[in-house]
């Protein structure tokens, strides 16, 4: 009766320890797949709102941006 107890604990606990495993790779290939924003999708983005955007105004939303994280 308790090893039965013990063995289903150690089990969840080596399937939370591969699952966390399995969704950071699944994580990291999403990343380098779809990265995050970055300086040409603000350009665009301005450019779809009908501004010009200066290479100061595309730091300053990127440094905004990485400060939100």
Known sequence: MIQDIIL???GLIIGAVIGFF?????MEKYLKK????NEQMIKIMMSQMGRTPTQKQINQMMKAMNNAK
Do not use: D, F, G, T
Request: hydrophobic share 50%; aromatic share 8%.
């Open 8 to 10: 289903v604990v150690v």
């Open 22 to 26: 399995v969704a950071r790779k699944y």
């Open 34 to 37: 779809n990265p995050p924003i």
